[in-house]
Every structure is written in structure tokens, then in C-alpha cells.
């Protein structure tokens, strides 16, 4: 008979950490299932442990072919319209895409998360998300801050300004010159203006969840780890869910009250879910998915739209610690309609190697859109990726505060600084047809699966993360994100899963005995 208490999906950010909180309660028995490799954090590929992810200053496209186990290939994504589907990068394995990611440790603001609770998230206002971050992170640089953590399993660097490169330097002298302010510490919840960007680094190395989680909870008993595992769908019997079926056929279950949790991610939960008969009707019906609840699964799309101002340089300037492509940003907020606060962010660019180009230069991105885009399947089968058709800029409100952005970002240029460094003359996106054609992602997908009332018609799981309309299967990942929010997201994607341990303290409590000795009878 089953045993497990939990099956957790996806040992990503957020199922890393769900799968070590559950297993502190040696009572508690833990499947966690992950697509891509399971491996010891001491044997992450060295191309995933520097700041660049191994790729120095190369100019071509990112080594994925280096270990292409270690990313999902099939996801695509259109950007705007009018531009053609592109991959969309996904970590996969242990640590998720918290091994690929930019490293970037910054918080969201105070009102990303007010407004959460307006859209329906009751309980996750910034109180509940503040407490969560200081228990995530050991905060390097200002831990005597009462709203900072230390000693926890995540930690915060700031790179020295001797280790920036040239272009972060130029960027801050022009920045407060221009009246901007300096807020050495982006993670005050009051900081806005000119800082540092912190990383998730210790001894100049990535700290992805499988350092920071998984490791810790490896020797457990009650923690069982499946690798390289696809998973199809949830297992349901009427509208309880007992468990997963693999891509092979078997079956996964856990004991009687015991609950599944996808945490795959923005792109694999909502797929599972559509999968497993959760979405919308008229897109299942096409699919040929029997209809189990008719939720709008992958509707609600977000992800930060950025555009580009480039600018040759002397390649003195391009060279920093670690060739770190960024150590400073400009946040501000840009007072136009449908804007809140830090509602935009400038962040340097020591050098577009990711792009293939040699240019330097600033990048001008939309922290708080408003457009939403949507996730196609394209068929039943577990190994067809998703498609999003993201629909960046399409709400005007959103362009209007792009054209700002790099209107300001044009006027740092133009600051002694950067003509000091500048070897020519920049470009940008002339109107917004190129703006729209240009327009690029931050891989900071979130919002398809999204939390609000279980009454309103946009929400697919509730604030304790259970999905509206069955019993015993909860998400937890960045999909849930009401909003996306108004920085990076892994830092959020963290507290996130802290949050829903405090929305359901029962689950840490020792509770679950009764469930074992049936399961195990």
C-alpha cells in the first residue's frame, strides 16, 4: 500500500524547499518527483556555478548543449505581436531554474504584494511576504536590519563597487545626478532609487535550492527522491486526488489523506493540471481531455517585458568580478496610470554576450505589466512542451512607460560618464514598431495557475493553494502569483512557499501518523 503523505511535483524553487519543510517532521513520509536529473549539489556542472553560468564573454548563444539535461527544450514563447515563437529557457532537475537563473536576490515591494490581497490572496500582504524573506536568506551586508534574516538556507551578496565593471560605475554617477536617489540596500522595503544588485552567491558560487534545501534533507528517511521522471497527469478518484500517473504508465499514490503538490513550475503545473482535466473547458474539449473542472488554467500569463539601449565601449569597461553582467539598478516609480511603487527598473549591462553582440549599455525593464498572455497546449501528451503567446506591451498603458523608460535611460547615456567609456553611439528601438519587435523576456514566467477567492472567476486555487473545485492537490510555485512581482522572482518564489506553510500550519505539525499506519497496513 502507499505510504507517502505528500507526493511533491517538481524539485524546482519552490518544491525543493516545500519537500525539505514537510520532511522536518520525520513522521511525515515525502515523494518528490522530478522530470530532469537527481544529483548531488557537490556535482552541479561548473558552467552553472559562476555568476555568467560558465559562459564568459563568448559571443554566441547559451551553451545549453553543454547539459541539455538540465533545461526544458520544447517550451516556446511569442513575445509580442508580430514576433516570432522563441524557446523559452525553463531549468529542469534538482534546483529547477534556480541553477540557470541570473542569480538576482531582490525582493518584491510592499505593494505587490497589497495587491495581491486585493485580487484576492487574503493573508499574503506584505507583512506575511516580509517575515518570509528575512527566514529565507543569511543576509550578507546588512544583517543587524530588522527586516533582514540571517543564518537562513538562502544568502545575499552585494558585489564591493571595486568589483563592478564600467558601465555599472557610469550608471550610478549619472543615475544620482539625475536626482535619483542611492538606497544602498534594495531590500529595504522602503528602498527605491539607485543600489547594488545582490546576488544568491556564498565564496563567489551559485547557491541554488538544491545547495541550499535539498542537501540538508538528502539523509532523511522519510524524504524519497525519483529522478528523471516525467509526470503526465494527477490521479483522481471522482474529484480526490490519490496520487500521479508517470509519461510511462505507473502510478504514484499516496495514503489515505495524504495530498499532492505540484510545484513544476509556470509552465509544467498548469500544463499537469490541463493534463489532469483542469482548465479551460473549450481547450480541453479540442485536446480531447474529459473535462474534470472548468478553471482558466494558463489564462493569466505575466512575465517582465524589458527593451534594450546599447552602447559600444572601451572593453576596460565591460570587465568586472566574475564578468557579472550587472551590480547596479535603477528603481523608480514612473507616476503613469496603472503604475505603483518601483513600477520600472534600468539596470546596467556590463556586456550582451547572452544576445551574441559586443555592445554594452542599459536595459530598460517593465516591472509591474498589465498586459497578461496565455499557455497553449499542443496536444494531451506529456513530452509536448507548452507554447505562451505572452502579449507583451499589448495594453498601451504598458508601452507608454517602456518609451519613458528608455527615454530616461537614453539621458543617462548621455552623462560624462558613460562618454568616457562610450567607443560610439548608441541605439534603441526608433519607434514603438521596433519597440514591439524587439521587446525581449527576463524568464520570470509566474500567474498561470492564479491564487485569488474561490469565487472569482480568474482564480485556479485558493489562498491556502488548493486548486478550486477538487480535494488534496495544491500548487505552490510562481504560478499561483496573483501579479507578477516587482523584481526578479526567485527571492519571491522562496517566501512564496514559506507563505503556505504559514497559510497551513497543520501541515508541519505532526499529524499525519494515522495516515502511515493505514497506508502501511
Request: charged share 20%; with cysteine; hydrophobic share 40%.
Amino acid at each position: 500500500m502507499a505510504k507517502w503523505n505528500f507526493i511533491v511535483v517538481g524539485g524546482g524553487s519552490a518544491g525543493a524547499l516545500v519537500a525539505a519543510r514537510l520532511t522536518e517532521d520525520p513522521a511525515c513520509e515525502v515523494l518528490l518527483i522530478e522530470a530532469g536529473p537527481d544529483y548531488r549539489a557537490q556535482d552541479t556542472p561548473k558552467e552553472f556555478k559562476d555568476r555568467t553560468k560558465g559562459l564568459g564573454l563568448a559571443l554566441e548563444a547559451p551553451k545549453n548543449h553543454l547539459n541539455p539535461e538540465f533545461y526544458w527544450h520544447g517550451i516556446t514563447a511569442t513575445r509580442a505581436q508580430g514576433q516570432e515563437p522563441f524557446q523559452y529557457r525553463r531549468g529542469r532537475g534538482l534546483g529547477g531554474s534556480s541553477i540557470i537563473n541570473g542569480l538576482y536576490a531582490i525582493r518584491g515591494v510592499p505593494d505587490d504584494f497589497s495587491e495581491w490581497e486585493k485580487l484576492g490572496a487574503d493573508g499574503w500582504g506584505p507583512d506575511a511576504m516580509l517575515a518570509a524573506y528575512g527566514r529565507i536568506e543569511d543576509e550578507h551586508d546588512f544583517p543587524g536590519m530588522p527586516f533582514h534574516g540571517t543564518g537562513g538556507p538562502t544568502p545575499v551578496y552585494r558585489e564591493p563597487e571595486a568589483g563592478w565593471g564600467g558601465v555599472d560605475r557610469a550608471l550610478k554617477e549619472a543615475a544620482l545626478d539625475a536626482g535619483y536617489g542611492w538606497s544602498p540596500d534594495h531590500n529595504d522595503p522602503a528602498s527605491t532609487g539607485v543600489s547594488p544588485m545582490a546576488m544568491n552567491i556564498r565564496g563567489g558560487d551559485r547557491v541554488s535550492t538544491n545547495h541550499a534545501y535539498i542537501e540538508p534533507a538528502r539523509g532523511r528517511a522519510n524524504l524519497t527522491i525519483l529522478g528523471d521522471t516525467l509526470i503526465d497527469r494527477v490521479l483522481f478518484e471522482g474529484t480526490l486526488a490519490v496520487g500521479v500517473v508517470d509519461a510511462a504508465g505507473s502510478e504514484h499514490r499516496v495514503a489515505e489523506g495524504g495530498e499532492v503538490i505540484l510545484s513544476a513550475g509556470s509552465s509544467a503545473s498548469p500544463a499537469l493540471l490541463m493534463r489532469s482535466g483542469i482548465g479551460p473547458a473549450e481547450e480541453l474539449a479540442e485536446l480531447g481531455i474529459e473535462l474534470l473542472v472548468d478553471l482558466p488554467v494558463g489564462r493569466s500569463a505575466q512575465d517582465h517585458a524589458v527593451v534594450f539601449v546599447e552602447l559600444p565601449v572601451d572593453p576596460a569597461a565591460q570587465t568586472c568580478v566574475g564578468n557579472r553582467p550587472t551590480n547596479i539598478v535603477v528603481r523608480y516609480s514612473s507616476g503613469f496610470p496603472g503604475g505603483r511603487t518601483n513600477d520600472m527598473m534600468i539596470l546596467a549591462t556590463n556586456h550582451n554576450y547572452w544576445f551574441g553582440k559586443e555592445t554594452a549599455g542599459l536595459a530598460v525593464s517593465l516591472e509591474q505589466p498589465l498586459s497578461r498572455g496565455r499557455m497553449r497546449l499542443r496536444s494531451a501528451d506529456p513530452a509536448d512542451e507548452p507554447h505562451f503567446d505572452l502579449d507583451f506591451l499589448s495594453n498601451p498603458r504598458d508601452l507608454a512607460r517602456v518609451r519613458d523608460g528608455l527615454q530616461r535611460a537614453r539621458t543617462f547615456l548621455e552623462h560624462p560618464a558613460f562618454q568616457q567609456i562610450a567607443t560610439g553611439e548608441p541605439t534603441w528601438p526608433q519607434d514603438d514598431a521596433e519597440i514591439m519587435a524587439t521587446v525581449k523576456d527576463t524568464m520570470h514566467l509566474c500567474c498561470t495557475a492564479r491564487m485569488g477567492h474561490p469565487e472569482d472567476p480568474e482564480t485556479v486555487v485558493d489562498p491556502k493553494c488548493n486548486v478550486v473545485g477538487v480535494t488534496n492537490l495544491r500548487v505552490v510555485d510562481a504560478s499561483i502569483m496573483p501579479t507578477v512581482v516587482s523584481a526578479n522572482t526567485y527571492l519571491t518564489v522562496l517566501a512564496l512557499a514559506e507563505v503556505f506553510f504559514d497559510k497551513n500550519p497543520e501541515l508541519l505539525a505532526g499529524s499525519r501518523d494515522a495516515a502511515v499506519s493505514a497506508g502501511d497496513a
